[in-house]
């Protein structure tokens, strides 16, 4: 028994070390998450492991790492709050431990490319930061396994201590995210006062209508493979300049 209880105490330690490890570590989010999985697996001897993340844009909880290749679904498979036992799990922020018949289930919402709906048992637990569910951890086993209290403990323990460092991940993510939509409205705001000022020119110059003057542009950006940009801004520098060589020199 107590031999037992020396192994469990050193098996706890080594788990509170790596998350330790982890969350003081310079690791990229999705880094971060392939620890997680590999931790879990190690922790529990898991078949397979998913870790679904919180989307501030919907709300949705989506398919951000696993242990097996989901290459096509990662990003892209989704679960609303409430959905399955995934989206049960973080609207009650309560893990779930069903040691077989997983997908039998009432809660289950059963994905038909996820070959880990199919296994026998299943542990799901929450990703929790200040009291809110930024994810979950999902555990797969192929055959039926009984959850000791311990693993399940332990599992939740990685899900509440990863949570702090997950979502300051997030948050840079969501920042990354919205500097790069600003940037990108701004590149589409120059673009557009360059494109109306050269067609203003070709107008002017021409005598075109601005329908005439926009496709005379967008036939010739697609001619010689240019963007729209860089045409307007070369229209509007021949402008300039012809309009210096003009002008009568003092």
């Not at 998450?33 to 844009?57: H, K, N, P, Q, W």
């Not at 509440?160 to 840079?172: H, P």
């Not at 409205?185 to 005439?212: C, D, F, N, P, Y």
Request: glycine share 6%.
């Amino acid at each position: 028994m107590v031999v037992t209880e020396m192994a469990s105490e050193s098996s706890n330690a080594s788990v509170l070390h790596r998350v330790s490890g982890i969350v003081s570590s310079p690791l990229s989010l999705d880094e971060m998450l392939g620890e997680i999985v590999g931790l879990a697996a190690r922790v529990t001897s898991c078949d397979a492991c998913l870790v679904y993340l919180a989307e501030s844009e919907t709300g949705e909880f989506v398919l951000r790492a696993s242990l097996l290749p989901h290459v096509s679904d990662l990003g892209n498979l989704r679960v609303k709050m409430g959905e399955g036992v995934t989206g049960w799990v973080a609207e009650h922020q309560s893990p779930v431990a069903l040691s077989s018949k997983a997908a039998a289930d009432p809660r289950s919402k059963i994905f038909p490319t996820l070959v880990e709906d199919t296994y026998q048992a299943f542990l799901s637990v929450p990703l929790v930061n200040k009291g809110k569910a930024i994810g979950v951890i999902n555990i797969h086993h192929r055959d039926k396994h009984e959850h000791e209290p311990e693993e399940i403990a332990t599992i939740s323990f990685i899900g509440e201590q990863m949570g702090s460092a997950i979502a300051k991940s997030l948050l840079e993510e969501e920042n990354a995210r919205l500097s790069e939509e600003t940037a990108e409205m701004k590149r589409q705001l120059e673009t557009r006062k360059s494109v109306e000022r050269a067609k203003g020119i070709l107008q002017k110059r021409h005598s075109l209508s601005e329908e005439e003057a926009y496709l005379r542009m967008r036939n010739e950006s697609r001619r010689l493979r240019r963007p729209m940009k860089d045409l307007a801004d070369a229209i509007i520098l021949s402008e300039e300049l012809s309009r210096k060589e003009s002008s009568p020199s003092v």
